[in-house]
């Protein structure tokens, strides 16, 4: 998947657009998907300015997508029928190093049960072969009025 197939289904843009490319999906099961991390990002001028180190939350953010991705994918839904998945909690999440610029993020998300309305799944950020983050995740599907 592309970014221009990536904006089928997902509603965010630039600068909020967590997901470059989407280099498998197995609907109902997985989804491995790219994040580069580039130094022109806004966040790095505050975030710090003398030494960038990309949010956490925004890998969790990352992670969300790729899951917003895989739940609509595997439920048959995409933006167009007005369907949008929310990130709805996350739990036991850790962090084991930092993310720098020029880093390129591999977001692997599993799903763990879905529903009706709503996924949880399994989602883990590497850096190469560096576990960064993992974390448990529930997404939960709305479609607008």
């Known amino acids: 998947m592309e970014v221009t197939d990536i904006w089928k289904v ?20 997985k989804i491995t998907a790219i994040k580069n991390v580039t130094i022109n990002e806004p966040v790095f001028s505050g ?20 899951a917003g991705i895989l739940a609509l994918t595997s439920r048959d ?7 949008i998945y ?3 909690g996350t739990d036991k999440t850790k962090f084991k190093r930092s993310v720098v610029p020029g880093d390129q993020i591999r977001l692997e998300v599993e799903v763990t049960n879905i ?3 709503w996924m949880k799944a399994s989602g883990k950020a590497w850096v190469d072969d ?13 479609k607008s009025l």
């Open 86 to 88: 929310y990130l709805a």
């Open 115 to 117: 529903r009706n309305h």
């Open 10 to 29: 997902l509603p965010h843009r630039y600068p909020f657009l967590m997901v470059d490319r989407v280099i498998s999906i197995e609907a109902g099961k």
């Open 130 to 142: 560096a576990l960064v983050c993992s974390t448990l995740l529930t997404c939960a599907e709305q």
């Open 47 to 66: 975030h710090f300015p003398d030494i960038p180190v990309f949010p956490g939350v925004l890998i969790i953010e990352a992670l969300a997508q790729a």
């Open 77 to 83: 839904r995409s933006l167009k029928d007005g369907y």
